[in-house]
């Protein structure tokens, strides 16, 4: 299931996204100003090299430091052509990022949408191994005068109790419809990643000695295929990346979740198919909340960073330190439900895992000072559940 802390995670990774795309546009933008006042190769007229450079450089600087200005100010000092070809270039710019901006928040939900979907398609796959078993089981009889000895065993994962009552569940069935988890087309594959990742497990080699295997049983080996052949075959995995852009950051989920169909099914003999979220709509507007507050906010959140490191530039902090601490204080000052321990806490458990050996006690340390010192302001106002833990 998603909880607000793996939303947290994919608003940060792709706020980090942004932050990327904005330094690609930025330097796109110069370097479209210098081309520019490159020389005019199919002009006859004497040029100065000299001066296009230098005029080149200026329309750059006039750039810059119109950057964040709403209305470009054109430098009378300067000739027609500077000014021209730096504004021309702020516009490209912010249309740019605005277009990353919409695309990787449109991205961000609905990657995190995309998540049932991915987890069916890996209970699909089990259930489409136990399916090519029986057909093989039924190929065998055809040939074979020896039949129930050929198949006894064999034929366990055709049987496991587990898939057969997914398979068969009316909630299970219309939820691969609705999101679209068919895998018809992939009938050689099952049978090649059958032959080259389930078969030679040794679990499964155990479970096909069983003659009449239990209902823990039937779930040890479906949950051991999905661990062992499903996640971790490369080749399968690279199905799922092509289905998911975002598959890196959703695979340990979309695992869990599958994990749970079986386990489910295991203990309430019933596919209670989990949903991404308790209450989705309201984490989704919590996700695109934290994300659109923070690229509004980035600038004040830097300048108030910056001031608490003065012994520090700014721009030599990581530049993942830069936005986690973005986002904490977006959400410290924007979601008064949510206690201010409750934030920091979150936020440095993102450091560990996403930023340098350091930052963790950077982020703990500056947070806690910005904190009291926003609260003390009144920029800081809990209610509800938000007072919790801020004694």
């Known amino acids: 299931m998603l909880n607000r802390r793996i939303l947290r995670v994919k608003a940060f990774q792709n706020l980090y996204a942004y932050d990327q795309c904005k330094a690609s546009n930025l330097n796109i933008a110069k370097d479209q100003i210098r081309e520019a006042f490159l020389p005019d190769l199919n002009t006859m007229e004497v040029q100065d090299k000299g001066l296009l450079k230098k005029e080149g450089e200026l329309a750059v600087k006039a750039f810059v430091e119109n950057l964040n200005s709403e209305i470009f100010k054109p430098n009378g000092n300067l000739n027609q052509k500077v000014n021209i070809e730096a504004k021309a270039a702020i516009n490209n710019y912010h249309k740019a990022n605005k277009k990353d901006y919409e695309f990787l ?28 078993v029986a057909l093989e089981s039924e190929k065998k009889k055809k040939r074979s005068t020896d039949a129930v000895k050929m198949t006894l065993g064999e034929i366990n994962l055709a049987k496991n109790k587990i898939l057969q009552n997914i398979k068969n569940s009316a909630d299970y069935q219309a939820a691969v419809i609705r999101q679209h988890a068919g895998i018809e087309e992939l009938e050689l594959e099952i049978k090649e990643w059958f032959r080259e990742y389930v078969k030679p497990l040794e679990s499964y080699q155990e479970y096909i000695q069983l003659e009449e295997p239990s209902m823990e ?88 960073i910056s001031q608490k490191t003065q012994n520090w530039d700014i721009e030599r902090i990581a530049q993942t330190d830069k936005i986690i601490l973005s986002m904490a204080i977006t959400e410290m000052m924007n979601f008064p439900s949510i206690p201010v321990k409750v934030s920091i806490n979150e936020y440095i458990d993102i450091s560990k895992t ?31 559940r938000g007072l919790l833990d801020n004694k």
């Open 217 to 304: 049983q039937d779930f040890q080996i479906v949950d051991n295929i999905l661990k062992k052949a499903i996640f971790k075959s490369e080749v399968i995995l690279n199905f799922f990346a092509e289905k998911d852009i975002n598959w890196t950051e959703n695979k340990s989920v979309v695992r869990s979740l599958a994990s749970k169909v079986l386990k489910n099914e295991a203990e309430n003999s019933g596919a209670v198919l989990p949903e991404i979220a308790i209450n989705w709509e309201d984490d989704k507007e919590f996700f695109q909340n934290i994300f659109n507050l923070t690229v509004r906010n980035d600038e004040d959140n830097r300048m108030l």
């Open 354 to 384: 996403y930023s340098t050996p350091k930052s963790k006690q950077f982020v703990n340390g500056l947070l806690d000072v910005l904190s009291k010192e926003l609260t003390e302001k009144g920029l800081i106002r809990k209610s509800g």
């Open 105 to 132: 928040l449109k991205n961000m939900v609905t990657s995190a949408e995309r998540i049932p979907q991915l987890y069916l398609f890996a209970i699909q796959l089990l259930i489409a191994f136990g399916d090519y």
